[in-house]
């Protein structure tokens, strides 16, 4: 695993940057806490987006294949008119009575499998799966949580807790066990679900030894911080059965796979055909507005009701709901999951055709628009490949199309454009990616 918090960072000194810029970066490092970075070796400095696009102060282009936060692309004048309207009316909070708040959860809940019947409304995808352990831990009794390897939850105490993604200086809780995906570990497809479930058994054997017990089983089922690991469909269902079947909890983090990103499924968790206890929503919910939310079992946030108090003043606030309603409405109306599911396989395609051309790309996995592409040579070491992975990235971004790396050793290129991605925007990505690859590597 790599030992930089963030591969992918502006490094000062390593960069010749223009007056404007290194100027602003002397302000920002005179006021803002040490734990911020800056994405790539030469950052970037937008001062608008649209649909794909983000532009600098010199009106330069940039696309962007990399940002799933506005699923529907930059500034989407239907969303921004929607938030517009409301914040012009009142913003309310979940106190008061709001028939835009109760209308639209009833329309989020029936995109999910009949047995996720409840809402309740967050800021953050942090705050969601802060509030999932907590309702886990009511309803188990138990307090021990099981992630995967490298995997990413969000930054609350709690979470970063159970965030082993985040570093060594984060200490994660007694409390968490990590499992192994068979994908990383090079166990055959055939053996993937044993495999899964041999780990979550082994983990829950330790956490009961020790009188913890389980009460959740936390996993993004798109593995995004652990390299995109996504295949075989399925292979995380009987390990999961298992901590059900031993009173813990599945809470299936959908920040990422969410809203449709997968194309098949709106949920990335359907694809595995499970059915969770609880889910977390976040960053895609509301186009790049704050607003996220935890859907569950009845009985489980009942328990938790009857016992402890959510109170978040932003969280549900009206301006909020009527964002991630008209983001809901027009993922539907225009069937953007299936629209986003063609062009992915256009991507997949013109990826595996480059990938028989060039040894130095090794493996191709996605799930709908979001895609997990192994750099380096085999045999080339570790270091070697990361550094080749970033070379790719910041040779991309230098010529005008962002994204990013992902996966225990960095060397995995994060591809995860908004899903109203179309067929230029994918030639143009895949045109420049070749660019890149011959520049760094001949």
């Known amino acids: 695993m790599s030992t930089d918090l963030m591969p992918n960072r502006y490094r000062p000194g390593e960069s010749n940057l223009p007056g404007r810029e290194a100027e602003l970066i002397a302000r920002r490092d005179k006021v803002l806490g040490a734990s911020y970075r800056l994405q790539y070796r030469r950052p970037v400095h937008f001062v608008r987006g649209k649909g794909m696009w983000l532009y600098d102060p010199d009106g330069r282009a940039y696309l962007d294949f990399y940002n799933n936060v506005p699923c529907l692309g930059h500034c989407h004048p239907e969303v921004n008119a929607a938030m517009a309207e409301q914040a012009g009316?009142?913003?309310?909070?979940?106190?008061?009575?709001?028939?835009?708040?109760?209308?639209?959860?009833?329309?989020?809940?029936?995109?999910?499998?009949?047995?996720?019947?409840?809402?309740?409304?967050t800021c953050t995808g942090s705050e969601s799966n802060d509030l999932a352990l907590r309702i886990a831990r009511c309803a188990s009794g138990n307090e021990g949580v099981i992630v995967s390897t490298y995997a990413y939850h969000g930054t609350s105490a709690a979470i970063a807790a159970v965030s082993p993604n985040l570093g060594d200086a984060?200490?994660?809780?007694?409390?968490?066990?990590?499992?192994?995906?068979?994908?990383?570990?090079?166990?055959?497809?055939?053996?993937?679900?044993?495999?899964?479930?041999?780990?979550?058994?082994?983990?829950?054997?330790?956490l009961n030894r020790r009188g913890m017990g389980v009460a959740a089983l936390l996993i993004d089922s798109i593995f995004s911080s652990d390299g995109v690991w996504v295949d075989p469909p399925g292979f995380i269902a009987s390990g999961a059965a298992a901590v059900q079947e031993a009173g813990g909890l599945v809470i299936a983090d959908e920040v990422q796979p969410g809203f449709g990103r997968t194309g098949a499924h709106m949920w990335g968790f359907e694809r595995h055909g499970i059915v969770p206890d609880l889910v977390t929503l976040g960053k895609p919910m509301g186009n790049g507005f704050p607003i996220a939310a935890v859907v569950g079992r009845r009985a489980w946030m009942d328990q938790f009701g009857a016992t402890s108090r959510y109170s978040n003043t932003f969280a549900g606030n009206t301006v909020g709901i009527a964002t991630a309603d008209a983001v809901l409405k027009i993922l539907q109306r225009d069937q953007i999951p299936q629209k986003a599911l063609a062009t992915s396989q256009r991507l997949r395609e013109e990826l595996e055709k480059l990938a028989k051309q060039r040894n130095d790309v090794r493996a191709v996995r996605n799930a709908g628009l979001f895609f997990g592409v192994e750099i380096g040579s085999e045999g080339t070491p570790a270091a070697g490949r990361r550094l080749m992975a970033l070379d790719l990235v910041n040779t991309m971004r230098d010529d005008g199309v962002l994204i990013s790396t992902t996966g225990a050793n960095e060397d995995t290129l994060k591809v995860r454009p908004p899903l109203v991605c179309q067929a230029e925007h994918v030639d143009l990505f895949l045109a420049t990616m070749e660019r890149a690859l011959i520049k760094i590597a001949g």
Request: no cysteine; proline share 9%.
């Open 89 to 121: 009316r009142i913003s309310a909070n979940t106190r008061y009575l709001e028939p835009t708040l109760v209308g639209y959860a009833e329309r989020l809940a029936g995109t999910f499998p009949n047995e996720l019947d409840r809402v309740v409304f």
């Open 170 to 206: 984060v200490k994660l809780s007694p409390f968490v066990r990590m499992v192994s995906l068979p994908g990383p570990a090079g166990i055959p497809e055939a053996q993937a679900a044993d495999y899964f479930e041999t780990q979550i058994r082994s983990a829950m054997m330790d």
